[in-house]
């Protein structure tokens, strides 16, 4: 069975740092690309960042470009977002899911961020 | 970027109504789309992929259709379980970009 769990979710005050997890299991993890997608209290889904199987290709929405940081450990199963200088508009349900150009759909259960002083 | 933009962004229907949503990209986009239903508190779920190719385990009321920049999401009898918001995402290019979801309620 394929899971994505993430973690690392919590209170953190404006300017202040957050990295998240999501641990993966099921399916080849170093041949998939993933992404981290959030979605702010009662509002629509964001896509915010992606990286190839082998890290060679990695993308940012503007919105977090140059604060946060996506990777992954292959040899670990485990992919990670570094969030820096948070705000409180960063403030949502993150979500790592598997990059959509695959027939197959995986996504975590979502880890809530609150930024909040 | 790729502005996807999705109507309407709510609708009432009653059990057993076909409902249609759509999805209008910016330029062109092949078929690089896919829709999803999100239920409260839950994970996006996607039902169609590659615009018109049902997800595994997906029921075949759920029809996607379109290419290039129109897009349908056709559900054909509405079910209890289907009352969601539905999404549809591009992936053509780089950043991958949601509509703003369309809000489907009970009559």
């Known amino acids: 069975e394929v899971q994505l769990v993430e973690s690392g979710g919590g209170l953190v005050k404006p300017g202040g740092s957050l990295r998240l997890s999501c641990a993966a299991s099921?399916?080849?993890?170093?041949?998939?690309?993933l992404n981290w997608v959030r979605q702010a209290p009662g509002k629509g889904l964001e896509w915010l960042s992606s990286?190839?199987?082998?890290?060679?290709?990695?993308y940012y929405a503007d919105s977090v470009k140059g604060r946060f940081t996506i990777s992954r450990d292959n040899a670990k199963n485990s992919l990670f977002l570094q969030m820096n200088s948070l705000r409180a508009e960063d403030t949502a349900v993150y979500y790592c899911?598997?990059?959509?150009?695959?027939?197959?759909?995986?996504w975590g259960q979502g880890t809530l961020v609150t930024v909040s002083s | 970027d790729i502005q996807m933009t999705q109507s309407p962004s709510s609708l009432s229907a009653s059990i057993g109504d076909r409902v249609t949503i759509t999805c209008r990209a910016g330029?062109?986009?092949?078929?690089?789309l896919g829709w999803y239903q999100q239920k409260p508190g839950k994970a996006p779920k996607r039902l169609i992929y590659?615009?018109?190719n049902l997800q595994s385990g997906v029921p075949s009321r759920f029809s996607g259709s379109g290419s290039g920049t129109e897009f349908t999401l056709t559900i054909s009898s509405l079910q209890p379980e289907d009352f969601a918001t539905y999404y549809c995402?591009?992936?053509?290019?780089?950043?991958?970009?949601f509509g703003q979801g369309t809000k489907v309620e009970i009559k």
């Open positions: 330029q062109g986009i092949r078929n690089d």
């Open positions: 099921g399916f080849s993890f170093s041949s998939y690309s």
């Open positions: 899911a598997q990059d959509p150009s695959y027939p197959s759909d995986y």
């Open positions: 590659a615009a018109s």
């Open positions: 990286i190839s199987g082998s890290s060679s290709h990695i």
């Open positions: 995402l591009q992936h053509n290019s780089y950043p991958p970009s």
